[in-house]
């Protein structure tokens, strides 16, 4: 794997065991997440166990410091944002796509993506009883297993309670690994049984109705990536913000690096510089409110 490059998108349980188990294989690895680590991570996030709290940090950034601590031979590129249609460019970088995001909308996102730039993919999932895998190469793409799921793919690499286990990362990296070698074809679905250790797999045959790689007319999620996940709700605006402007219509809220943090009662609003939000606490009807009033007056 010494010549190969992956992009990771998604940096929470799943995606960094995966990342730090595989540290050294990749030439190349690209890192996307939006998020910043925080204390509640750790209980299923022990990657980030030597965050200091004291000021905040995003993930990609604690992720890409550690991982060149662990070894000198590959070269880490950290994008501080969630992955949107405007990084379907970035993806002509790497020779493979790797999804551990947590919500199906983003999900979609990335197959139209890799659909689009001809991109191999491999789409991770994770309910309580098993670890699902779907390898993307030029055949049946993820919105085919979606259209025809019964129910494995609905959720992404965060409806866990606890750490991956050992077992589970090396069914990860192996898996991925022999994909990435071409010992694994296109259109293969692997699932592994957490409770019995048991691997099955098959294959998926495309869709004849698939919106995404036949028929070409999947668009933008209709709600503009307002995306309801285990964080939180997440949102993307697309465009970089003036913070110091947000800033003086939040009262009480902060300016730290590149990011803009608010909180009130039980509720809390982080805010990128890349135009990234991450509402935690609030509904999906208040989070649209908000992003409503925010957006129009940074557009002034």
Known sequence: MENKSILVI????????????SAGLFKKVGIFDGDIVTKSNLITQPFYNECDF?????????????????????????YER????????????????????????????????CVKEGKAAVFASLNEKEALLYFYNNSACFNCLLRNSIGHV?????????????DL??????????FASNKITGGRIVLFN?????????????????????????????????????????????????????RGMLSGSRLYEEYLIFSQSNKS??????????????????AGKLITVLVSQDSK
């Open 154 to 166: 609905k959720e992404g690499c965060e409806s866990i309670l606890s750490a991956p286990e050992k």
């Open 54 to 78: 004291s000021n905040p940090i995003s993930k990609v950034a604690f992720a890409v410091k550690k991982l060149n601590s662990l070894n000198s031979v590959t070269e880490y590129t950290g």
């Open 10 to 21: 998604g940096a929470g349980a799943v995606g960094s065991a995966f990342l730090e188990s």
């Open 194 to 246: 957490l409770a019995n250790k048991r691997v099955l797999s098959s294959s998926l045959k495309q869709d004849t109705e698939c919106e995404v790689c036949v028929k070409h007319t999947a668009k933008k999620v209709e709600d503009g990536f307002l995306q309801v996940c285990s964080s939180g709700i997440k949102f993307s605006y697309g465009k970089r913000l003036d913070l110091e402007k947000l």
């Open 269 to 286: 609003l982080l805010v990128s510089l890349d135009g990234d939000f991450l509402f935690t606490g609030y509904t999906k009807e208040e």
């Open 169 to 178: 990362v090396s069914f990860l990296k192996e898996n991925i690994m022999e």
């Open 82 to 113: 969630y992955f949107t249609e405007k990084d379907f460019e970035t993806m002509k970088e790497y020779d493979l796509v790797a999804d551990f995001t947590d919500n199906v909308n983003s999900r979609k996102v990335i197959n139209e993506g």
